[in-house]
Protein backbone atom coordinates (compact mmCIF):
# COMPACT_ATOMS: atom_id res chain seq x y z
CA UNK A 1 0.00 0.00 0.00
CA UNK A 2 1.43 3.53 -1.04
CA UNK A 3 0.45 6.25 1.31
CA UNK A 4 -1.96 8.69 -0.84
CA UNK A 5 0.02 11.60 0.36
CA UNK A 6 3.87 11.30 0.45
CA UNK A 7 3.86 8.27 -1.94
CA UNK A 8 6.10 6.55 0.53
CA UNK A 9 5.23 3.00 1.18
CA UNK A 10 5.64 2.78 5.14
CA UNK A 11 1.49 2.23 5.34
CA UNK A 12 0.33 -0.08 8.16
CA UNK A 13 -2.78 -1.00 9.59
CA UNK A 14 -4.39 1.28 11.84
CA UNK A 15 -7.27 0.47 13.32
CA UNK A 16 -10.86 -1.04 12.71
CA UNK A 17 -13.34 1.40 13.57
CA UNK A 18 -17.62 2.50 12.79
CA UNK A 19 -17.12 -1.29 10.67
CA UNK A 20 -14.18 0.29 8.52
CA UNK A 21 -10.48 -0.35 8.26
CA UNK A 22 -7.68 2.84 8.41
CA UNK A 23 -3.96 3.08 7.63
CA UNK A 24 -1.35 4.91 8.64
CA UNK A 25 1.73 6.40 6.98
CA UNK A 26 4.76 6.24 9.04
CA UNK A 27 6.50 8.90 6.86
CA UNK A 28 3.89 11.67 6.74
CA UNK A 29 1.37 10.53 9.67
CA UNK A 30 -1.31 10.82 7.65
CA UNK A 31 -4.29 8.34 8.44
CA UNK A 32 -6.65 7.41 5.62
CA UNK A 33 -9.69 4.54 4.96
CA UNK A 34 -8.57 1.57 3.18
CA UNK A 35 -9.68 2.31 -0.29
CA UNK A 36 -11.84 -1.13 -0.60
CA UNK A 37 -14.56 0.87 2.60
CA UNK A 38 -14.81 3.95 0.47
CA UNK A 39 -18.41 4.99 -0.18
CA UNK A 40 -19.38 4.87 -3.94
CA UNK A 41 -20.14 8.42 -5.77
CA UNK A 42 -23.26 8.25 -5.83
CA UNK A 43 -23.53 7.35 -2.21
CA UNK A 44 -20.82 10.16 -0.92
CA UNK A 45 -22.93 12.96 -3.04
CA UNK A 46 -26.19 11.28 -1.30
CA UNK A 47 -24.34 11.92 2.29
CA UNK A 48 -23.23 15.50 1.66
CA UNK A 49 -27.29 16.57 0.37
CA UNK A 50 -27.97 15.72 3.89
CA UNK A 51 -25.28 18.36 5.01
CA UNK A 52 -27.44 21.75 5.90
CA UNK A 53 -25.07 23.97 5.32
CA UNK A 54 -27.56 27.67 5.06
CA UNK A 55 -25.91 30.52 3.93
CA UNK A 56 -28.79 32.18 6.27
CA UNK A 57 -27.49 30.29 9.54
CA UNK A 58 -25.95 32.93 11.81
CA UNK A 59 -24.20 29.75 13.21
CA UNK A 60 -22.60 28.11 10.50
CA UNK A 61 -21.44 31.80 9.64
CA UNK A 62 -19.71 32.00 12.98
CA UNK A 63 -18.10 28.39 12.59
CA UNK A 64 -17.00 29.03 8.83
CA UNK A 65 -15.19 32.74 10.67
CA UNK A 66 -12.70 30.59 12.30
CA UNK A 67 -11.15 30.67 9.27
CA UNK A 68 -12.93 33.69 7.06
CA UNK A 69 -11.27 36.25 10.05
CA UNK A 70 -7.61 35.11 10.25
CA UNK A 71 -7.16 34.69 6.62
CA UNK A 72 -8.54 38.02 5.92
CA UNK A 73 -6.10 40.07 8.45
CA UNK A 74 -3.26 38.59 5.56
CA UNK A 75 -5.48 39.89 2.71
CA UNK A 76 -5.10 43.11 1.22
CA UNK A 77 -7.95 44.70 -0.78
CA UNK A 78 -8.99 43.42 -4.22
CA UNK A 79 -7.32 40.26 -4.11
CA UNK A 80 -10.00 37.22 -5.14
CA UNK A 81 -10.03 33.79 -4.13
CA UNK A 82 -11.48 30.50 -5.03
CA UNK A 83 -13.41 28.06 -2.30
CA UNK A 84 -12.68 24.89 -3.20
CA UNK A 85 -15.07 22.08 -1.99
CA UNK A 86 -17.86 24.51 -1.86
CA UNK A 87 -20.77 21.88 -0.88
CA UNK A 88 -24.35 21.93 -1.64
CA UNK A 89 -25.01 24.93 0.34
CA UNK A 90 -22.04 27.73 -0.49
CA UNK A 91 -21.48 30.20 1.76
CA UNK A 92 -17.52 31.00 2.77
CA UNK A 93 -17.92 32.30 -0.81
CA UNK A 94 -20.79 34.67 0.01
CA UNK A 95 -18.93 35.74 3.41
CA UNK A 96 -15.77 36.95 1.84
CA UNK A 97 -17.82 38.35 -1.23
CA UNK A 98 -19.63 40.64 1.44
CA UNK A 99 -16.25 41.99 2.76
CA UNK A 100 -14.81 42.99 -0.12
CA UNK A 101 -12.85 40.12 -1.70
CA UNK A 102 -14.46 38.10 -4.64
CA UNK A 103 -14.82 34.38 -4.18
CA UNK A 104 -16.05 31.97 -6.61
CA UNK A 105 -16.85 28.45 -6.06
CA UNK A 106 -15.70 24.84 -7.28
CA UNK A 107 -17.17 21.57 -6.15
CA UNK A 108 -16.70 18.18 -7.73
CA UNK A 109 -20.34 17.43 -7.28
CA UNK A 110 -22.24 20.50 -6.69
CA UNK A 111 -19.80 23.38 -8.72
CA UNK A 112 -18.44 21.27 -11.09
CA UNK A 113 -17.58 23.91 -13.54
CA UNK A 114 -13.72 23.17 -13.72
CA UNK A 115 -13.04 26.60 -15.33
CA UNK A 116 -12.17 28.34 -12.24
CA UNK A 117 -9.35 25.85 -12.07
CA UNK A 118 -7.65 27.07 -15.07
CA UNK A 119 -6.53 30.18 -13.20
CA UNK A 120 -4.80 31.36 -10.61
CA UNK A 121 -5.85 32.94 -7.09
CA UNK A 122 -4.55 35.47 -4.88
CA UNK A 123 -6.53 32.48 -1.99
CA UNK A 124 -7.65 29.17 -1.95
CA UNK A 125 -10.31 28.22 0.71
CA UNK A 126 -10.87 24.50 1.89
CA UNK A 127 -13.18 24.29 4.88
CA UNK A 128 -14.16 20.72 6.10
CA UNK A 129 -12.91 19.44 2.17
CA UNK A 130 -9.30 18.08 3.14
CA UNK A 131 -10.79 15.24 5.21
CA UNK A 132 -12.70 13.84 2.19
CA UNK A 133 -9.58 13.76 -0.16
CA UNK A 134 -9.15 10.14 -1.28
CA UNK A 135 -5.61 11.76 -3.14
CA UNK A 136 -4.52 14.46 -0.73
CA UNK A 137 -0.99 14.41 -2.32
CA UNK A 138 -2.63 15.25 -5.85
CA UNK A 139 -5.06 17.24 -4.35
CA UNK A 140 -2.42 19.01 -2.40
CA UNK A 141 -0.42 19.87 -5.54
CA UNK A 142 -3.65 21.19 -7.49
CA UNK A 143 -4.06 23.69 -4.97
CA UNK A 144 -0.24 24.70 -4.61
CA UNK A 145 -1.00 25.29 -8.71
CA UNK A 146 -4.11 27.33 -8.40
CA UNK A 147 -1.84 29.93 -6.07
CA UNK A 148 -0.11 33.02 -7.14
CA UNK A 149 2.93 33.93 -5.22
CA UNK A 150 2.56 35.26 -2.74
CA UNK A 151 -1.05 33.74 -2.09
CA UNK A 152 -2.51 31.56 0.45
CA UNK A 153 -4.32 28.79 1.16
CA UNK A 154 -6.58 28.05 4.27
CA UNK A 155 -7.42 24.95 5.28
CA UNK A 156 -10.30 24.09 8.18
CA UNK A 157 -10.19 20.09 9.21
CA UNK A 158 -10.40 18.36 12.67
CA UNK A 159 -6.89 17.37 13.38
CA UNK A 160 -6.63 13.49 14.93
CA UNK A 161 -4.32 14.19 18.25
CA UNK A 162 -6.04 11.01 19.78
CA UNK A 163 -5.08 7.84 18.48
CA UNK A 164 -5.90 6.11 21.04
CA UNK A 165 -9.70 7.70 21.01
CA UNK A 166 -10.17 7.35 17.34
CA UNK A 167 -12.78 3.99 17.81
CA UNK A 168 -14.84 6.66 19.49
CA UNK A 169 -14.41 9.95 17.51
CA UNK A 170 -17.49 11.44 16.02
CA UNK A 171 -15.41 13.01 13.02
CA UNK A 172 -14.36 9.39 12.09
CA UNK A 173 -18.08 8.07 12.19
CA UNK A 174 -18.51 9.99 9.10
CA UNK A 175 -17.88 7.43 6.38
CA UNK A 176 -17.19 10.49 3.72
CA UNK A 177 -14.09 11.52 5.94
CA UNK A 178 -11.33 9.71 4.81
CA UNK A 179 -8.07 11.20 5.63
CA UNK A 180 -7.00 12.72 9.07
CA UNK A 181 -3.99 14.70 9.69
CA UNK A 182 -1.96 15.33 12.53
CA UNK A 183 0.34 18.75 13.02
CA UNK A 184 3.18 16.87 11.95
CA UNK A 185 1.25 16.09 8.41
CA UNK A 186 0.55 19.57 8.26
CA UNK A 187 4.44 20.38 8.66
CA UNK A 188 5.15 17.87 5.96
CA UNK A 189 2.51 19.00 3.35
CA UNK A 190 4.24 22.89 4.19
CA UNK A 191 7.48 21.65 3.82
CA UNK A 192 6.59 19.66 0.60
CA UNK A 193 5.63 22.56 -0.90
CA UNK A 194 7.58 25.04 0.17
CA UNK A 195 4.53 27.21 2.11
CA UNK A 196 5.38 29.24 5.39
CA UNK A 197 2.77 27.55 8.34
CA UNK A 198 0.54 29.09 10.31
CA UNK A 199 -1.63 28.10 12.64
CA UNK A 200 -4.35 30.74 13.80
CA UNK A 201 -6.71 27.94 15.63
CA UNK A 202 -6.59 23.98 16.50
CA UNK A 203 -8.61 23.68 13.23
CA UNK A 204 -7.65 26.13 11.20
CA UNK A 205 -3.70 26.12 8.86
CA UNK A 206 -2.81 28.82 6.82
CA UNK A 207 -0.57 27.90 4.14
CA UNK A 208 1.37 31.15 2.60
CA UNK A 209 3.27 30.67 -1.18
CA UNK A 210 6.12 33.22 -1.54
Not at 25 to 48: K, N, Q, V
Request: aromatic residues 12%; charged residues 25%.
Amino acid sequence: MICPLCERNRVRPFATAHGRRYLRCHTCLLTFLHPEDRLTPPEERARYETHENDPADDGYRSFLDRLAEPLIARLTPGMRGLDYGSGPGPTLSLMLTERGFETVNFDPFFAPDRAPLSRNWDFVTCTETAEHFFQPGQEFQTLKGLLRSPGWLAVMTRLLDDDDGFGTWWYARDPTHVSFYREETLAWIANRHGWDLERPSPTVALFRQD
